[in-house]
């Protein structure tokens, strides 16, 4: 009897938000960083290794830090990261995860705000990324813009599987995700999104009624099953003619019937 298959709840989403990780500081904090906004599909991951800082809006919101904590904060809402005045100078890893994939409008809706984490340093997925960044900031060796360039790589990754183990949004991907009955759905859609998905096969798919799926799907996602799957197809589609791959191919490639249905979704939206 062949073992059930492992569920994979985020290859097929990496793959869908084509990641491309910058690191911006990794050092001491010794004055004010100011962030501005920015109308790019990216997220802005700041992790605090050592000391404090506060992490100001320009609403007036506050949110104090002590390290070990990572703050994530879309491009579109500026900050500042202010050093404490107090124990030294905090020491502070900055980069950006920009998304050139289709999935990202669907991960960055449940960054509406921003999230500052503290971090459990007993049994977190991001514990040895922490550890090895902050060791590398006190002891810097051979090689470092390279092992924190890849640093930068993974502690995004280990950001995902973070929150999908432990959800702190309201509701978006992670939180479905982080459910593995919806979970098998979501990874189903992105993985071809192109198949003929209906309520009744993802419902199938999820190992559900086709109302209690309905239902969960909402709670979690803040969308219909269908609404969600529309979104996913029109950005697929929109990365398809971008790319100059022509309205054929990109009907074909995200599920549109025809290229007259998928200029009429394009019109629309």
Same mark, same amino acid.
């Given at each position: 009897?062949?073992?059930?298959?492992?569920?994979?709840?985020?290859?097929?989403?990496?793959?869908?938000?084509?990641?491309?990780?910058? %690191? &911006?500081?990794?050092?001491? /904090?010794?004055?004010?960083? &100011?962030?501005?906004?920015? !109308?790019?599909?990216?997220?802005?991951?700041?992790?605090?290794? /050592?000391? &404090?800082?506060?992490?100001?809006?320009?609403?007036?919101?506050?949110?104090?830090?002590?390290?070990?904590?990572?703050?994530?904060?879309?491009?579109?809402?500026?900050?500042?990261?202010?050093?404490?005045?107090?124990?030294?100078?905090?020491?502070?890893?900055?980069?950006?995860?920009?998304?050139?994939?289709?999935?990202?409008?669907?991960?960055?809706?449940?960054? !509406?705000?921003?999230?500052?984490?503290?971090?459990?340093? @007993?049994?977190? !997925?991001?514990?040895?990324?922490?550890?090895?960044?902050?060791?590398?900031?006190?002891?810097?060796?051979?090689?470092?813009?390279?092992?924190?360039?890849?640093?930068?790589?993974?502690?995004?990754?280990?950001?995902?599987?973070?929150?999908?183990?432990?959800?702190?949004?309201?509701?978006?991907?992670? @939180?479905?995700?982080?459910?593995?009955?919806?979970?098998?759905?979501? %990874?189903?859609?992105?993985?071809?999104?192109? /198949?003929?998905?209906?309520? !009744?096969?993802?419902?199938?798919?999820?190992?559900?009624?086709?109302?209690?799926?309905? %239902?969960?799907?909402?709670?979690?996602?803040?969308?219909?099953?269908?609404?969600?799957?529309?979104?996913?197809?029109?950005?697929?589609?929109?990365? /398809? %003619?971008?790319?100059?791959?022509?309205?054929?191919?990109?009907?074909?490639?995200?599920?549109?019937?025809?290229?007259?249905?998928?200029?009429?979704?394009?019109?629309?939206?």
């Amino acid at each position: 009897m062949n073992p059930t298959p492992r569920l994979d709840r985020l290859s097929a989403l990496l793959e869908g938000l084509a990641p491309v990780v910058s %690191v &911006h500081h990794a050092g001491d /904090a010794t004055t004010v960083t &100011h962030v501005p906004a920015s !109308e790019s599909d990216q997220l802005h991951l700041h992790l605090l290794t /050592a000391g &404090h800082i506060d992490l100001e809006l320009d609403d007036g919101r506050r949110f104090p830090l002590d390290a070990p904590a990572i703050a994530v904060v879309r491009a579109d809402c500026p900050h500042r990261l202010v050093p404490s005045g107090s124990a030294g100078s905090p020491g502070l890893f900055c980069a950006s995860a920009r998304f050139d994939g289709p999935a990202a409008g669907l991960l960055l809706q449940a960054f !509406e705000q921003p999230l500052p984490l503290a971090l459990d340093e @007993n049994g977190s !997925e991001l514990d040895l990324i922490v550890r090895l960044i902050a060791q590398e900031l006190t002891q810097p060796r051979c090689g470092q813009p390279a092992l924190l360039a890849r640093a930068g790589e993974i502690l995004f990754i280990g950001l995902l599987r973070h929150l999908v183990a432990n959800p702190r949004t309201p509701a978006g991907l992670l @939180n479905g995700l982080a459910e593995p009955r919806i979970a098998r759905a979501l %990874v189903a859609m992105h993985g071809t999104p192109q /198949a003929p998905w209906t309520l !009744e096969s993802l419902a199938l798919e999820a190992g559900m009624s086709r109302t209690a799926f309905a %239902v969960r799907f909402r709670e979690a996602m803040n969308h219909t099953p269908g609404a969600y799957l529309a979104h996913l197809r029109l950005s697929v589609a929109r990365r /398809a %003619v971008r790319s100059g791959r022509g309205l054929k191919r990109a009907a074909a490639e995200s599920g549109y019937a025809s290229t007259t249905a998928l200029s009429r979704a394009l019109a629309r939206n």
